[in-house]
């Protein structure tokens, strides 16, 4: 019987590798199927809550990884380049199949891993490194394999969307909130990967590859984080009706597919308006299928490990198809699109309280042929600058960049004026 089973060995025993063995010790499923045989971290003796004394242990993952009574390694480990990449490429290229959470590595070398893993003739599957829980990978490249995507466009960082969603309800700072999020264990020491946008950019890369037939190429994708959003911005966005989100998007666009991350207001109807907290969600608009959205716990313990065992139950199944959707060579080189820079933006401004510095903004955004669509100032008493936000009606970044500069320029900004755009709602729900 056990010869029947896929072996597999654990790389990485933290949140998401404990995850995985507990679901290994809990769901009889993945028992008849698989045979949990080997795991290896850094360190042997630390308390994990689970108990890991029935399994070999392997001080060095690669050793692991290399090890041919294994037939199935799960990385765990994470971190783009070092141990884990070598981790799967030692599994990929000795024939054994891996399952992996780690976007930074294949954001970056996906493309290399997935040749090697169809030149051993393994799978790579990776549905734990975009969206946790969330079958968005999947979603894309079997429940969608029939349609023509248009974009993708989601929450995928769940730290970011939880900061932006407390400081919202809270109406506390991007600092306090980010102070208290790394107390409670909600965001790194280094909370850089998440809060600048690269995470999110991590994952949208592996989704954009599998969405648009497109090699991944993390290079290619516009980055800006949630750094610069102020309570100002999230209160007065709200009295306009919008709500701030990180968002990540690809899509089709003339001479290619763009991608970009960013924070963005969203009108309160947009599907992902109201996806609070850490969750995580994914839109598609896809051909003839129309708008699906995906929403769930995009991290943690058991709704990564879920992820992790249904790549092993594809495996055990031998389901799992090509790492990207299809085979690499069919990948098209990532065209890099010029990205689209015509919408709605939202502009503010910190002001010096002078006569006539409204007329002076509003001639410097006629002046590049912008209209204003809204316009809120507010009050900051005792203080020297205070914050006016307007949205514009659609015209070109390039002009509201122009813009933007002229009115520094007046010396009447406290700090340089702050942009982002405004995200259409497509198709709404129902429509
Ligand atoms: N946490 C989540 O919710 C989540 C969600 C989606 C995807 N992911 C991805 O899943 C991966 C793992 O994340 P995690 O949160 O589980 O990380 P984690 O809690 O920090 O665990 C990392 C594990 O790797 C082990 N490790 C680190 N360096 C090692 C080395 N040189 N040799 C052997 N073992 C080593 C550690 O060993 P020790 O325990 O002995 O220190 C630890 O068990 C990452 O790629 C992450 O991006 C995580």
């Known amino acids: 019987m056990f010869k029947d089973k896929l072996r597999v060995g654990i790389a990485g025993l933290g949140t998401v590798g404990g995850g995985v063995v507990k679901l290994f010790e809990s769901t009889a499923r993945l028992g008849e199927r698989l045979s949990l045989t080997a795991v290896s971290a850094?360190?042997?003796?630390?308390?994990?809550?689970?108990?890991?004394?029935?399994?070999?242990?392997?001080?060095?993952?690669?050793?692991?990884?290399?090890?041919?009574?294994?037939?199935?390694?799960?990385?765990?480990?994470?971190?783009?380049?070092?141990?884990a990449k070598n981790v799967v490429e030692t599994a990929l290229a000795r024939g054994a199949h891996v399952v992996t959470a780690n976007k930074a590595l294949l954001a970056v070398h996906g493309a290399a891993l997935a040749r090697l893993a169809e030149r051993n003739g393994t799978k790579l599957l990776f549905e734990a490194a975009v969206g946790g829980g969330v079958p968005m990978v999947k979603a894309?490249?079997?429940?969608?394999?029939?349609?023509?995507?248009?974009?993708?466009?989601?929450?995928?960082?769940?730290?970011?969307?939880?900061?932006?969603?407390e400081m919202e309800a809270s109406g506390r700072s991007f600092e306090a909130v980010l102070a208290d999020a790394q107390r409670l264990g909600y965001a790194e020491a280094d909370p850089t990967m998440d809060v600048g946008g690269f995470d999110a950019a991590h994952k949208l890369t592996l989704?954009?590859?599998?969405a648009f037939g497109v090699l991944p190429d993390f290079d290619h994708v516009r980055i800006e984080g949630i750094e610069r959003v102020s309570l100002t911005d999230i209160r007065m966005a709200g009295k306009l009706g919008y709500r701030i989100k990180l968002i990540a998007k690809a899509a089709q666009a003339e001479g290619g597919v763009e991608m970009h991350v960013r924070p963005a207001l969203l009108s309160v109807e947009h599907p992902l308006a109201n996806i609070g907290g850490s969750l995580n969600a994914l839109v598609v608009d896809?051909?003839?299928?129309?708008?699906?959205?995906?929403?769930?716990?995009?991290?943690g313990e058991g709704p990564t490990a879920a992820s992790v065992a249904s790549d092993l139950m594809d495996l055990a199944e031998e389901r799992g198809g090509h790492v990207f959707g299809r085979p690499v060579a069919q990948l098209a080189d990532a065209p890099r699109a010029s990205p689209v820079e015509r919408g709605r933006y939202y502009?503010?401004?910190?002001?010096?309280?002078?006569?006539?510095?409204?007329?002076?903004?509003?001639?410097?955004?006629a002046h590049e042929d912008i209209s204003i669509e809204s316009f809120l100032q507010m009050p900051a008493p005792g203080e020297q600058a205070v914050p006016i936000v307007l949205t514009t009606q659609a015209c070109g970044r390039a002009a509201v960049e122009a813009a933007v500069r002229a009115i520094h320029a007046l010396g009447v900004t406290a700090e340089p004026p702050y942009i982002m755009p405004v995200e259409e709602t497509r198709a709404r729900f129902g429509a």
């Open 286 to 299: 896809a051909e003839p299928v129309g708008q699906l959205t995906f929403i769930g716990r995009g991290a």
């Open 140 to 165: 894309l490249k079997e429940s969608l394999s029939g349609c023509r995507a248009t974009a993708v466009a989601g929450i995928l960082n769940g730290t970011c969307n939880y900061i932006l969603t």
């Open 207 to 210: 989704l954009a590859a599998i």
């Open 42 to 83: 850094r360190s042997r003796g630390r308390a994990r809550g689970v108990d890991i004394a029935g399994y070999r242990w392997f001080d060095d993952p690669v050793a692991m990884a290399a090890d041919p009574d294994i037939d199935v390694v799960v990385e765990v480990i994470g971190g783009g380049e070092g141990v």
């Open 347 to 365: 502009l503010r401004l910190m002001v010096f309280d002078r006569p006539g510095v409204v007329a002076a903004v509003s001639d410097k955004l």
